[in-house]
């Protein structure tokens, strides 16, 4: 089964600060793979998905941008953080079910 | 478009009460599947249950049981003999198929506390 590693688990980064996230997937191959997003008290948004290396969907408008340079990395990325970037964000992996990473809780000061 | 309610926000019990989770969903695909997380205090997402569209029957799995009714596009989840342990959150998610692409879209999740 496939296991997603994802860091750090928390970060602290000034507003206008850059940001980037990791996440990689071991025991499979060409999955498809998702960032969440959840703002503190609220449900999980989706941000992006990819089918592929170099393919990549976003799902709102925002301040974010991923990238997907190899099968299982996956890359969650910011030129300059905004306060609302805040939240715990999260890497999935669908490949033979869903499998959810720890996640990463980014404030923004 | 897809849509999944989870109308109750907090529910507050007593060790021992049994509880339902309620989760309704709304989508224009003949074949989905539904899910159940559980995300305690640190965050991770827990997979609890996994129903395809298809399959009607109910599950049980220790205290948890699951309700699947096509006809009134419901998927509740109960509790039954509370514990402290099972406070969390719950959510109920939907697949999405987009342009040939799955996409898992969650409820807003409900908060469960279970107090000794």
């Known amino acids: 089964s496939q296991t997603i590693h994802q860091w750090p688990a928390t970060l602290v980064q000034p507003v206008g600060s850059p940001l980037s996230l990791e996440c990689t997937v071991e025991?499979?191959?060409?999955?498809?793979l998702y960032w969440y997003r959840q703002a503190a008290g609220r449900g999980l948004q989706l941000l992006f998905y990819?089918?592929?290396?170099?393919?990549i969907s976003s799902e709102v408008p925002q301040n974010l941008s991923a990238s997907r340079p190899q099968d299982r990395q996956f890359i969650l990325s910011s030129k300059k953080l905004l306060l609302s970037d805040s939240g715990f964000y999260l890497c999935?992996?669908?490949?033979?079910?869903?499998?959810f990473g720890s996640g990463t809780r980014l404030t923004v000061v | 478009a897809q849509k999944v309610t989870q109308a109750q926000t907090e529910i507050s019990v007593v060790e021992k009460e049994d509880v339902t989770l309620d989760c309704v969903y709304e989508?224009?695909?003949?074949?989905?599947?539904l899910f159940w997380y559980k995300q305690p205090p640190s965050g991770e997402l827990v997979f609890l249950i996994r129903?395809?569209?298809?399959?009607?029957q109910n599950e049980i799995s220790g205290r948890y049981s699951w309700n699947f009714q096509k006809s009134t596009s419901s998927f509740n989840f109960t509790i039954t003999a509370s514990q402290v342990v099972d406070s969390a959150v719950y959510f109920c998610?939907?697949?999405?198929?987009?342009?040939?692409?799955?996409?898992?879209?969650f409820g807003a999740g409900t908060r469960l506390a279970v107090h000794p």
């Open positions: 999935a992996c669908l490949a033979y079910g869903y499998t």
């Open positions: 989508t224009r695909d003949t074949t989905y599947y």
């Open positions: 998610a939907l697949t999405q198929n987009s342009g040939g692409y799955n996409k898992l879209i």
């Open positions: 025991g499979t191959s060409n999955p498809n």
């Open positions: 990819s089918v592929g290396i170099g393919q």
């Open positions: 129903r395809n569209s298809f399959d009607e």
